[in-house]
Nanobody
Framework: QVQLVESGGGLVQPGGSLRLSCAAS????????MGWYRQAPGKQRELVAR???????VYADSVKGRFTISRDNAKNTVYLHLNSLKREDTAAYYC????????WGQGTQVTVSS
């Protein structure tokens, strides 16, 4: 069973930056597309970025140009660099494969506020 552990969230001012990490157990990490999802209060969880095994990436329009997803297959880890953060980026952030197959981790909270 794959387990996902997210970290790196926090409180940041508008315009600030954060780097989120997701460590995945299991040897199949290197052969699956991984994604970062987020869920704001009262809203549905949405996919904001995904990265294929070969490194190609796709971003939601709302984060394009501000967020960067990357992966280190040797470490079974996927990252999300969040730049130029806006208040509307406030949410709990989760990683999972695309499409979702594994139990959700606990997520990591990102709060953008002055």
């Amino acid at each position: 069973q794959v387990q996902l552990v997210e970290s790196g969230g926090g409180l940041v001012q508008p315009g600030g930056s954060l780097r989120l990490s997701c460590a995945a157990s299991g040897s199949i990490f290197s052969i699956i597309t991984m994604g970062w999802y987020r869920q704001a209060p009262g809203k549905q969880r949405e996919l904001v970025a995904r990265i294929a095994v070969g490194g190609s990436t796709v971003y939601a329009d709302s984060v394009k140009g501000r967020f960067t997803i990357s992966r280190d297959n040797a470490k079974n880890t996927v990252y999300l660099h969040l730049n130029s953060l806006k208040r509307e980026d406030t949410a709990a952030y989760y990683c999972n494969c695309v499409p979702v197959q594994y139990p959700w981790g606990q997520g990591t909270q990102v709060t953008v506020s002055s």
